[in-house]
């Protein structure tokens, strides 16, 4: 099955520094790269996706980039804020040959801390 | 709109007794269903998927279960708690491959 690897488990930067967080996957049939923010106590949310015929994807202060050949990808974070500090969780899925139905595999998290 | 709801947002029950959360999803029709187990705060482990009605997918093997017996229905169930189902326990669904998952609120499971 799928095995997403993700680091580093912490960062720490000031606020107004960038953020990067790698994740690397195994399964070369995936195709679906979503990014996902959970604060304390919460449910995590969608911040942004990815899907696998697109290299890079912005919003805003938020891009992804996809690297198939080397299967990785990474979220970057620019201008970081003290509200963007959370635990970030990359994810991996493929719906090759119809029998995953889309579930997602996620990396082990990276709790990122932005000091004002 | 599509929303989940999940309950109770807290539990504590000691070893031994049975569990039923539930979950229930509004807007949408015949969605993905799932849950997750988060352990200390780090981790989302995927227990179990249905989907379509009667239809579970088990990726751990252990002591709880899950059923759909309606479309947009999932519950998770346990004759007997160990202490290490102990957890932060996530419903979620989805439209299908390649769509996001969308988390309900959480149940926090402590078993004493």
């Known amino acids: 099955g799928e095995n997403v690897e993700q680091h580093p488990s912490t960062l720490s930067v000031q606020e107004g520094d960038s953020a990067v967080i790698k994740c690397t996957y195994s399964d070369s049939a995936s195709n679906y790269f979503p990014w996902y923010k959970q604060e304390l106590g919460k449910r995590p949310q969608l911040i942004i996706d990815i899907r696998s015929n697109v290299g890079e994807k912005k919003d805003q202060r938020i891009a992804v980039t996809l690297n198939k050949t080397a299967k990785h990808f990474s979220l970057h974070i620019t201008e970081t804020q003290p509200e963007d500090s959370a635990v970030y969780f990359c994810?991996?899925?493929?719906?090759?040959?119809?029998?995953?139905?889309?579930?997602?595999?996620f990396g082990q998290g990276t709790i990122l801390t932005v000091h004002p | 709109s599509q929303t989940i709801h999940q309950w109770p947002a807290t539990l504590v029950q000691p070893v031994g007794s049975p569990l039923s959360l539930e979950c229930t999803v509004e807007?949408?029709?015949?969605?993905?269903l799932y849950w997750y187990r988060q352990a200390a705060g780090r981790g989302l482990q995927l227990l179990f998927y249905s989907v379509g009605i009667g239809q579970i997918s088990s990726e751990v093997p252990q002591n709880l279960s899950a059923s759909r017996p309606q479309d947009r229905q999932f519950i998770l169930s346990s004759k007997k708690l160990l202490l290490s189902d102990s957890g932060f326990y996530l419903c979620a669904w989805s439209a299908g491959p390649m769509s996001p998952l969308h988390f309900g609120n959480g149940t926090r499971l402590t078993v004493t």
């Open positions: 994810a991996a899925s493929s719906n090759a040959g119809g029998t995953s139905y889309g579930k997602l595999t």
């Open positions: 807007g949408t029709s015949n969605p993905n």
